[in-house]
């Protein structure tokens, strides 16, 4: 298999993080290495690269600052199976809660729609042929055209599994013979309704077409953890039963346009080879995953010998498995965990990471400290990077036909707002830009479809005018922002 970020360097990488992420370059600089090394270890052989460990990452610092959106955008640009979960879902066997073995068939299973999701584009063309030859099959029984097609000359039928063309002559069958000029007329309606349908001019017409009954019920086994922690494969059972979903079909009224996804999507896994799909699947998920495991920090006992803290702490020792590399059993079969590269993230703010249990600190050796946002980072942050809220807003308010701009001086004044925000009251970093934009805008908001062919400009009397004068005080930024 070919690795997917071959082509990025640790340098490119931190470029393309640059677009969406202001600041924070030791945590960037850190992810990049640890996805270059995912390729440096694929070029080893196969001895040497099965004792290359990957370097798991630790990302220490107060919310809002960037850590989730490091992660993510990290597993977007290597194209890798990517899972996020919060630590404080998961509980000691044995307690109430998820086990944390189920984050990595979480991983598993966003392995195999990643990889479906790439077959399905090779046979894009194919299925996408399937599905128009079905529709128009359909429109034909119809439309009167398919006692064409069963009575022209030349025409056949299945007859004992196999194709039996009949005879050049109709009238030896019995059926009503056509004229020329009638055969004439068919075919150019057929050619008709075929460069319609081709053309997408047909996509709202209703039809009636025969499409997979998803709606199947699924066979479920009562258990603490789900079926594949008790080793049961519902599937393999619904199959011996008659009762897997792509079994049943059913007769549904849609538009052409509806039925054409609905069929593409079927066509499309006539042609894909499961089997195939889901080795490869566990491939990248044991070799190229990457679980985001975030508030670590929440399951840091406070040396308490009882309560929460017993479950805590054995939560870390049921985690230190999954890191130390373990097999774990899934739907699609075994995965070893032992490559796959976990990201922990966690505030910190009660707790220390030497509070860990020591086995879970070895597992996680690279520590970054992410700093917090200043003034002027709020203020990269509304205009540069390429998701940036200022330009949603924009975005957004251009579906009312209404025009929205932001100067330099009206950016600086919602970033100072926001940040002096965060001193006063909680700090929860980025996120305060949303509370402080949406505020000022709020307004305009409910009243954009009133204004339409207007040009908003958002500079500092507008904002001041929104948030008012008093944005600043301590004691009131509480109840304005």
């Given at each position: 298999m070919?690795?997917p970020?071959?082509a990025?360097?640790?340098?490119e ?8 992420i ?10 990049a ?6 390729w440096?270890?694929r ?8 004792d290359?460990?990957?370097k798991?990452?630790?990302l220490?610092?107060p919310?809002?600052v ?11 640009l290597a ?12 509980s000691?066997?044995?307690y109430h ?5 189920s984050?990595v068939?979480?991983?598993?299973d966003?392995?195999?729609?990643l ?8 046979v894009e063309?194919?299925a996408a042929a399937?599905?128009e030859?079905?529709?128009w ?9 398919a006692e064409y097609?069963d ?12 194709w ?7 009238a ?8 020329p ?10 050619a008709?309704?075929?460069e ?6 047909l ?9 997979r009954?998803?709606r199947t019920?699924?066979l ?18 619904q199959e011996l039963?008659?009762?897997s979903p792509g079994?049943k ?8 346009g509806?039925a054409?996804r ?8 006539k042609?894909?080879?499961q089997?195939?799909i889901a080795?490869?699947?566990?491939d990248?998920a ?10 670590i920090?929440?399951?840091v006992?406070?040396?308490g ?5 017993v ?8 985690l230190?498995?999954?890191v ?7 739907r699609?079969?075994?995965?070893r ?6 990201l922990?993230?966690?505030?910190f703010?009660?707790?220390?990471p ?7 600190q ?5 520590r970054?400290?992410?700093q917090s ?9 509304l205009?540069?990077?390429k998701?940036?809220?200022t330009?949603q ?32 009251t ?9 509370t402080?934009?949406e505020?000022c805008l709020e307004d305009l ?5 009133e ?8 500079d ?8 008012g004068e008093?944005?600043d005080?301590?004691d ?5 922002l």
């Amino acid at each position: 298999m070919t690795d997917p970020g071959r082509a990025l360097t640790p340098r490119e990488i931190t470029r393309r993080l640059d677009e969406y992420i202001v600041g924070q370059d030791k945590a960037k600089r850190a992810v990049a290495v640890a996805l270059r090394n995912r390729w440096r270890r694929r070029q080893l052989g196969a001895e040497l690269a099965a004792d290359v460990y990957p370097k798991n990452i630790l990302l220490i610092g107060p919310t809002g600052v960037g850590k989730t959106e490091i992660a993510r955008r990290l597993a977007t640009l290597a194209r890798a199976p990517f899972v996020k979960v919060e630590a404080t879902k998961y509980s000691e066997v044995g307690y109430h809660g998820r086990d944390v073995e189920s984050m990595v068939r979480d991983l598993v299973d966003a392995a195999v729609q990643l990889v479906r999701a790439e077959k399905v584009k090779e046979v894009e063309a194919k299925a996408a042929a399937a599905a128009e030859e079905r529709l128009w099959q359909a429109l034909a029984d119809q439309t009167g055209l398919a006692e064409y097609l069963d009575q022209a000359p030349g025409a056949g039928a299945m007859e004992g599994g196999m194709w039996r063309a009949r005879p050049a002559t109709p009238a030896a069958t019995g059926l009503p013979t056509h004229t020329p000029h009638e055969l004439a007329e068919r075919d150019q309606a057929r050619a008709r309704l075929r460069e319609e349908l081709r053309s997408r001019r047909l996509e709202h017409r209703p039809l009636e077409i025969e499409v997979r009954d998803s709606r199947t019920p699924t066979l479920s086994v009562m258990g603490p953890q789900g079926n594949e922690t008790m080793g049961i494969d519902a599937q393999a059972l619904q199959e011996l039963w008659g009762r897997s979903p792509g079994n049943k079909t059913k007769v549904r009224k849609l538009t052409i346009g509806e039925a054409r996804r609905l069929l593409h999507e079927e066509e499309a896994d006539k042609l894909l080879d499961q089997d195939a799909i889901a080795q490869e699947a566990l491939d990248r998920a044991q070799n190229d995953g990457i679980v985001f495991v975030d508030e670590i920090d929440k399951i840091v006992s406070s040396g308490g010998s009882d309560g929460p803290d017993v479950s805590r702490e054995g939560v870390q020792r049921d985690l230190l498995s999954v890191v130390e590399g373990c097999a774990v059993y899934t739907r699609y079969g075994h995965v070893r965990t032992d490559h796959v590269l976990f990201l922990a993230a966690g505030a910190f703010h009660f707790h220390k990471p030497s509070e860990l249990i020591p086995e879970l600190q070895g597992r996680f050796p690279v520590r970054v400290a992410l700093q917090s946002l200043t003034e002027a980072d709020f203020a990269r942050i509304l205009a540069e990077p390429k998701n940036a809220l200022t330009r949603q807003y924009v975005e957004l308010f251009r579906t009312e036909n209404v025009g929205l701009s932001f100067t330099k001086d009206g950016l600086e004044r919602l970033a100072a707002l926001a940040f002096r925000a965060n001193k006063s009251t909680q700090d929860i970093g980025a996120r305060r830009l949303m509370t402080v934009l949406e505020k000022c805008l709020e307004d305009l908001s409910f009243e954009a479809d009133e204004r339409h062919g207007q040009t908003i400009v958002v500079d500092r009397k507008f904002v001041d005018e929104r948030l008012g004068e008093t944005g600043d005080d301590a004691d009131l930024i509480a109840y304005r922002l």
